[in-house]
């Protein structure tokens, strides 16, 4: 089998591991509210500087700041579904769709502030390390985040179908009115689901700095991405994260490994305009089409 073929597609797995990692938690928070959240690329990059201003003070690896940018981009995340969003979600989703733009521009021009528009780097003592065999090279870095991408996956799988709270936001999911009945608390359940959504993100762009460039306005592509991978997989199937991410990062590697990887993002665009066309429930034919 042709090399460069077997390393192009190792290569857009592993970029589809890095593209589910942080897709999960847009794909969590569509599924129960219905809020495209616009603001989605800037907990990547709330996440990603954690990690780097925990290595700068304290030496600490960015792998082991996972936890603390979970839990604060939990408590972040909590607060805004909870004091801001929930006070528009029961208008028209356009308002909560103006509602996470403006957060969008508030965070990025936050974050100019506080960091500049210097570009960051973490250099580790695995930086550029490679798993190499058969001519082949398999970067460590995105090794780790592709198998985060996996159990991020996995645990919100299990708590959503196993635990009662996970059972209360799939109800509220399915229908809010009839979940208020049953006595479940639904806004409550909106500012958990925007908590746990923003902990996974704040998760992945921890896991991505190691070999991402850092700096404030990094947001936006982040939050292109995710909408395109998840349009992929299926909208609000969470499972989708993963077969959508699979799917961009093989296309684009394969783009870039036999027509140049500038063309990686038309072929981006283009892959999703005939996913909404053919297919709009996804790859999945499970996510929400309308």
């Not at 021009?109 to 210097?118: E, I, P, S």
């Amino acid at each position: 089998m042709d090399v460069l073929f077997v390393q192009a597609l190792i290569n857009g797995l592993l970029l589809g591991g890095v593209y589910a990692a942080y897709s999960a938690g847009f794909s969590l928070i569509f599924g129960v509210m219905g809020v495209l959240n616009l603001a989605h690329g800037e907990l990547v990059m709330l996440g990603a500087f954690i990690a780097y201003g925990l290595f700068e003070l304290v030496h600490l690896d960015p792998y082991l700041s996972i936890p603390i940018a979970a839990v604060s981009l939990f408590l972040g995340g909590y607060a805004i579904q909870k004091f801001i969003i929930n006070r528009v979600i029961e208008q028209p989703h356009l308002m909560s769709y103006i509602l996470t733009f403006g957060l969008h521009l508030i965070l990025a021009n936050t974050a100019v502030k506080l960091w500049t528009h210097d570009f960051r780097t973490i250099t580790t003592s695995y930086s550029g390390m490679n798993a190499a065999f058969w001519g082949l090279n398999i970067p460590y870095a995105r090794l780790i985040t592709f198998f985060l991408a996996v159990a991020v996956v996995i645990f919100l799988w299990l708590f959503l179908n196993r635990s009662e709270t996970g059972r209360a936001i799939r109800a509220t999911a399915q229908d809010k009115y009839a979940a208020r009945l049953m006595g479940v608390n639904v806004r409550e359940i909106y500012a958990l689901t925007f908590g746990l959504g923003a902990a996974v993100t704040g998760m992945a762009g921890a896991s991505l700095s190691p070999f991402t460039i850092i700096f404030p306005e990094m947001g936006l592509g982040y939050t292109v991405t995710a909408f395109c991978v998840v349009v992929l997989g299926g909208m609000g199937y969470m499972q989708g994260a993963l077969y959508g991410g699979f799917a961009l990062g093989v296309v684009q590697s394969l783009a870039a490994a036999y027509l140049s990887a500038g063309i990686s993002v038309a072929v981006t665009f283009l892959l999703l305009f005939i996913m909404l066309v053919l297919r709009p429930t996804g790859l999945s034919g499970k996510g929400i089409a309308g």
